[in-house]
């Protein structure tokens, strides 16, 4: 039949198909995309809060010091974990 759209054991009229669908954007395409957005904004709020002198920089080694602390108080549950060590 021309002009129609194959749907398995019966042919459906192309008219009322729409015709050919345009692929849209999948779950995780649009799961990333409001990611995306949202890293974006609390990227420029913690660029903003540090141009305007509400937060400070903090040197790596300090901050890595203070990750491995916090770690080491931490409870471990028995799954491994990956290592904070430098290098």
């Given at each position: 039949?021309h002009?129609?759209?194959?749907?398995?054991?019966?042919d459906?009229?192309?008219?009322?198909?729409?015709?050919?669908?345009?692929?849209?954007?999948?779950?995780?395409?649009?799961?990333?995309?409001?990611?995306?957005?949202?890293?974006?904004?609390?990227?420029?709020?913690?660029?903003?809060?540090?141009?305007?002198?509400?937060?400070?920089?903090?040197?790596?080694?300090?901050?890595?010091?203070?990750?491995?602390?916090?770690?080491?108080?931490?409870?471990?549950?028995?799954?491994?974990?990956?290592?904070?060590?430098?290098?």
């Amino acid at each position: 039949m021309h002009g129609a759209v194959d749907r398995g054991r019966r042919d459906v009229p192309a008219p009322l198909t729409g015709g050919p669908r345009k692929p849209g954007p999948t779950a995780k395409e649009r799961i990333v995309d409001q990611l995306d957005g949202a890293w974006t904004a609390e990227l420029d709020r913690r660029l903003r809060d540090f141009d305007e002198g509400r937060t400070k920089a903090v040197p790596y080694e300090e901050a890595m010091a203070q990750v491995r602390a916090r770690l080491a108080s931490t409870p471990r549950s028995g799954a491994p974990r990956a290592s904070l060590n430098a290098g």
